[in-house]
């Protein structure tokens, strides 16, 4: 608006001017070394009009001139830092795909586009790891710890060079640094948590998950069985100590936190059969025996009543089968009470269908039993017993990660150091192998232990599945 007045003011004023020099003719003459003008004056006034257009016009060329170098600095700036980024990108899929040889390229030519900047440096050492080259790669992780905002990638990638070493009091060192920067972070929680376990540092381990409780990092009821493993983990080591009373409080705790862990109601059963509180040790095999039946549990009880009288040892075992009738455990029990007593055929009734369901070894054996008793039938015991070569295996301590068999149950997998990862199962129906993106596990530490593993690209503090079926403990 403003600028349209003063357009309108100035060809007014110009009209104006024009017609006031129109009124008033006038010549102008110019003599200057030979040379003659003559004009009118408002020819001249045109004249030197056009010239100062000239002028601004030169001027405004020049001014574009003396600017272009920045201005291209600029455009070639910007297109090194396109050309930069987009070879991080390219080096992150070589990455991904597992090209060491061009993830190393691509994070030189990133390098020497945009300059040792953090992403280029964690490319670079991204592409040294996968190329073998942890001289190269630690010396990248180092250099981000100078830089707040990058030193807890750097302590990551640091940390998982040390766990390839096998250097876990050096990984220790760094997890514990990485706790300062980032107190809440799942993997933090995770890896502390492990490395405690492997150390076997049970009391240290229980602090770090309590504090993972605290932060809502671990749900209350995986909290509540790593609580279990890891208080039944002390009362063994207390046990062999000769620490009983110390045992028996920490077992009986892991065994009311966790009903289902036999070898923690088996373990506080037998402290407390040591010190004669037989019924309280026949509380404790009932109450493992509800949740999940053992045999374990089954021998001890045996054990704990083998002194007792006949009619005092049915009475026992039937309190003890009435608690789970419908198992397969109760029922194996069950055949062996009818068997002593001389009831056969309730013995049979129990173990044929049993047997056509799942013709373990046990219930085998039983009919074995059953048919020389009964009837003297060698023959027949002959042929049962011949079935067991074909039985499936029974049930062991079987590692759900790795497919370990173990002999006797132990807070970590001897092979795989998996946390809580024995479960009573059939061996052989947990691969021997899997890929680690399919057991959960951190690609930064192949044989890391423990199910609370963060998983190296979600970061998150998720139990690991187990590849198994359904396993009681
Ligand atoms: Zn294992």
Same mark, same amino acid.
């Given at each position: 608006?403003?600028?349209?007045?003063? /357009?309108?003011?100035?060809?007014?004023?110009?009209?104006?001017?024009?017609?006031?020099?129109?009124?008033?003719?006038?010549?102008?003459?110019?003599?200057?070394?030979?040379?003659?003008?003559?004009?009118?004056? /408002?020819?001249?006034?045109?004249?030197?009009?056009? @010239?100062?257009?000239?002028?601004?016009?030169?001027?405004?060329?020049?001014?574009?001139?003396?600017?272009?170098?920045?201005?291209?600095?600029?455009?070639?700036?910007?297109?090194?830092?396109?050309?930069?980024?987009?070879?991080?990108?390219?080096?992150?899929?070589?990455?991904?795909?597992?090209?060491?040889?061009? *993830?190393?390229?691509?994070?030189?030519?990133?390098?020497?586009?945009? /300059?040792?900047?953090?992403?280029?440096?964690?490319?670079?050492?991204?592409?040294?790891?996968?190329?073998?080259?942890?001289?190269?790669?630690?010396?990248?992780?180092?250099? @981000?710890?100078?830089?707040?905002?990058?030193?807890? !990638?750097? !302590? #990551?990638?640091?940390?998982?060079?040390?766990?390839?070493?096998?250097?876990?009091?050096?990984?220790?060192?760094?997890?514990?640094?990485?706790?300062? !920067?980032?107190?809440?972070?799942?993997?933090?929680?995770?890896?502390?948590?492990?490395?405690?376990?492997?150390?076997? #540092?049970?009391?240290?381990?229980?602090?770090?998950?309590?504090?993972?409780?605290?932060?809502?990092?671990?749900?209350?009821?995986?909290?509540?069985?790593?609580?279990?493993?890891?208080?039944?983990?002390?009362?063994?080591?207390?046990?062999?100590?000769?620490?009983?009373?110390?045992? @028996? #409080?920490?077992?009986?705790?892991?065994?009311?936190?966790?009903?289902?862990?036999?070898?923690?109601?088996?373990?506080?059963?037998?402290?407390?059969?040591?010190?004669?509180?037989?019924?309280?040790?026949?509380?404790?095999?009932?109450?493992?025996?509800?949740?999940?039946?053992?045999?374990?549990?089954?021998?001890?009880? *045996?054990?704990?009543?083998?002194?007792?009288?006949? *009619?005092?040892?049915?009475?026992?075992?039937?309190?003890?089968?009435?608690?789970?009738?419908?198992?397969?455990?109760?029922?194996?029990?069950?055949?062996?009470?009818?068997?002593?007593?001389?009831?056969?055929?309730?013995?049979?009734?129990?173990?044929?269908?049993?047997?056509?369901?799942?013709?373990?070894?046990?219930?085998?054996? !039983? @009919?074995?039993?059953?048919?020389?008793?009964?009837?003297?039938?060698?023959?027949?015991?002959?042929?049962?017993?011949?079935?067991?070569?074909?039985?499936?295996?029974?049930?062991?301590?079987?590692? /759900?990660?790795?497919?370990?068999?173990?002999?006797?149950?132990?807070?970590?997998?001897?092979?795989?150091?998996?946390?809580?990862?024995?479960?009573?199962?059939?061996?052989?129906?947990?691969?021997?192998?899997?890929?680690?993106?399919?057991?959960?596990?951190?690609?930064?530490?192949?044989?890391?232990?423990?199910?609370?593993?963060?998983?190296?690209?979600?970061?998150?503090?998720?139990?690991?599945?187990?590849?198994?079926?359904?396993?009681?403990?």
């Amino acid at each position: 608006m403003i600028r349209l007045v003063i /357009g309108l003011v100035a060809i007014t004023l110009a009209g104006l001017g024009a017609a006031w020099l129109a009124d008033r003719p006038g010549l102008v003459r110019l003599d200057w070394g030979g040379w003659r003008l003559e004009t009118s004056v /408002g020819i001249l006034l045109v004249g030197l009009a056009a @010239l100062l257009a000239l002028a601004i016009i030169l001027y405004r060329l020049w001014r574009i001139v003396r600017r272009s170098p920045s201005l291209l600095g600029r455009w070639r700036a910007e297109s090194r830092s396109r050309r930069g980024e987009r070879a991080v990108v390219r080096g992150l899929v070589a990455i991904a795909a597992g090209d060491a040889r061009d *993830a190393q390229k691509q994070a030189r030519e990133a390098e020497s586009l945009i /300059g040792a900047a953090p992403l280029t440096r964690l490319l670079a050492a991204q592409a040294a790891q996968l190329s073998g080259d942890p001289a190269e790669a630690e010396k990248q992780f180092e250099a @981000l710890l100078d830089d707040d905002e990058t030193a807890f !990638l750097g !302590l #990551k990638g640091l940390f998982a060079q040390a766990q390839r070493r096998g250097d876990s009091a050096a990984a220790l060192v760094l997890v514990e640094r990485a706790r300062t !920067l980032r107190p809440d972070t799942p993997w933090v929680a995770g890896e502390l948590f492990q490395l405690q376990v492997a150390d076997r #540092k049970w009391a240290d381990a229980e602090a770090t998950l309590a504090q993972a409780v605290k932060r809502k990092l671990v749900e209350a009821a995986d909290a509540r069985r790593r609580r279990a493993v890891l208080l039944l983990a002390r009362a063994l080591e207390l046990e062999a100590d000769g620490l009983r009373e110390e045992a @028996l #409080k920490r077992a009986r705790d892991a065994h009311e936190l966790a009903p289902e862990l036999a070898p923690a109601a088996v373990l506080t059963a037998r402290l407390l059969w040591a010190t004669d509180k037989v019924r309280q040790a026949d509380g404790v095999i009932e109450a493992a025996w509800a949740a999940a039946p053992h045999p374990d549990l089954a021998s001890l009880h *045996a054990q704990i009543h083998d002194a007792d009288g006949p *009619a005092r040892k049915a009475e026992r075992l039937d309190s003890l089968i009435n608690t789970n009738p419908g198992h397969g455990e109760s029922r194996l029990l069950l055949a062996e009470r009818a068997l002593m007593a001389g009831n056969h055929a309730e013995a049979r009734t129990i173990l044929e269908p049993l047997a056509a369901q799942q013709p373990t070894a046990r219930a085998l054996d !039983l @009919l074995a039993r059953l048919e020389r008793a009964e009837r003297g039938d060698e023959r027949a015991a002959t042929r049962w017993l011949a079935q067991i070569a074909e039985a499936p295996p029974p049930a062991q301590w079987t590692c /759900g990660r790795c497919g370990h068999v173990a002999a006797r149950w132990s807070p970590d997998c001897p092979a795989c150091h998996g946390f809580d990862a024995l479960g009573w199962r059939v061996p052989g129906a947990v691969p021997e192998f899997l890929p680690p993106l399919l057991q959960g596990s951190s690609s930064a530490a192949p044989t890391d232990p423990g199910a609370f593993a963060p998983d190296a690209l979600t970061g998150s503090m998720t139990a690991r599945p187990t590849p198994a079926g359904p396993a009681t403990d």
